[in-house]
């Protein structure tokens, strides 16, 4: 039965490329919605995953990474008390103004960490396209993004540029490439020295604490030893990851957004292949009689329009993922950025065999419902 069900597919060339059309756009559509959506959570959350530590001290009230407040002075002194704590680093993130070459002030993000010599932790800024972080090292020099010429209208070489920041004049001692936010915004890189000075702080102070701990197992201690301050909150390197990404993902409607144009492509999907399954039902329904009369069984007949939804699935299916890693590879470096996980791959492959499933259950329907005596009437 699957080589007549294959057969009778292949020879209507019009109706099995519009069914197979349809489904790879249906499935290349639900897969980049699921790498949107990963790829939003990721870029919410990569402050956080760059700069590591085990626990991330905080003003009370943090709902995400990027809107913070400058801590009091002193708040490291309490968690390096601990034994646990094998060091304390000082993180500035901070919105601030900066004026372009023309004159006209726009904001960007400042983001200041340690660039010691001995500095051994994770690379901040990272993806660099010119220059090291520990050319950050001095006064008033900046990294920004080459993504960003023409915000701060700029031109190539960026390194040796200046650009007012806060009403103070930086230098560009290195540039990175591909590095945003979620809200697209510039993102600009300096020493933790230049970044308090910037951002007004004073010479000791930071708007995240991140602790390095020897075990941690003793995490939850040092969160209750913590929070004893009514103004402060601490959390796991994880918990602030997770709380910046639902954060994003729940107050700019991305995910409902994003999960509303997934189950359109899906419904469309299901549409497009059920109709042409059941034209090719509708216009052999005298040969599948035929079959019916001379000993074919129900099971039998129902392979037909099973194999017949298999083959779509499987290769509209993977014409769908194609196209994905096409969409995905053209957009690389640019400021939307796709990330497919194994989750959204597997995920879009179980909505294509859905998706088919459905739609052959209408012509399945139909077929079971045969009556011989009237088809060959």
């Not at 597919?9 to 019009?14: F, G, R, T, W, Y």
């Not at 690389?332 to 879009?348: D, K, N, Q, T």
């Amino acid at each position: 039965m699957h080589r007549i069900a294959l057969r009778t597919l292949l020879h209507h060339h019009a109706k099995l490329a519009a069914s197979l059309a349809g489904v790879a756009f249906a499935t290349a559509l639900m897969v980049i919605q699921a790498g949107l959506y990963d790829g939003v959570r990721g870029r919410a959350s990569v402050l956080v995953d760059r700069i590591g530590g085990d626990l991330w001290v905080m003003a009370r009230g943090t709902t995400m990474v990027d809107d913070s407040e400058l801590l009091a002075s002193g708040v490291d002194l309490g968690a390096r008390a601990s034994a646990c704590v094998l060091d304390a680093r000082p993180v500035i993130v901070s919105w601030l103004p900066y004026r372009t070459q023309s004159g006209a002030r726009h904001t960007l993000q400042l983001i200041g960490t340690p660039h010691e010599p001995s500095d051994t932790h994770a690379m901040v800024p990272w993806s660099m396209g010119d220059g090291l972080p520990s050319d950050l090292r001095g006064p008033d020099r900046i990294a920004i993004d080459d993504g960003d010429l023409s915000r701060f209208e700029l031109r190539a070489p960026l390194i040796g540029s200046h650009v007012e920041l806060a009403g103070r004049r930086t230098t560009v001692a290195a540039v990175t490439h591909g590095v945003r936010n979620v809200s697209l915004i510039p993102m600009v890189f300096a020493d933790i020295d230049t970044a308090r000075q910037l951002a007004g702080a004073s010479p000791v102070g930071a708007t995240y604490w991140v602790l390095d701990l020897r075990e941690p197992s003793c995490a939850a201690a040092i969160i209750a030893d913590v929070e004893q301050d009514p103004d402060l909150r601490a959390m796991t390197r994880n918990e602030l990851a997770h709380v910046t990404e639902e954060h994003v993902v729940t107050e700019s409607g991305v995910g409902a957004a994003l999960a509303f144009v997934a189950l359109l492509g899906f419904i469309v999907g299901t549409v497009i292949v059920a109709q042409t399954q059941f034209s090719l039902v509708r216009e052999h329904v005298k040969e599948l009689g035929m079959l019916r009369a001379v000993g074919a069984t129900r099971r039998e007949l129902a392979a037909f329009v099973a194999w017949q939804s298999a083959f779509v699935a499987v290769v509209g299916g993977l014409s769908g993922l194609a196209l994905a890693l096409l969409v995905q590879d053209g957009l690389a470096g640019r400021s939307v950025e796709i990330a497919y996980s194994a989750g959204a791959l597997l995920g879009g492959l179980a909505a294509v065999l859905v998706m088919c499933s459905l739609a052959g259950a209408v012509s399945l329907m139909s077929v079971l419902r045969l009556d011989v005596v009237k088809v060959l009437a």
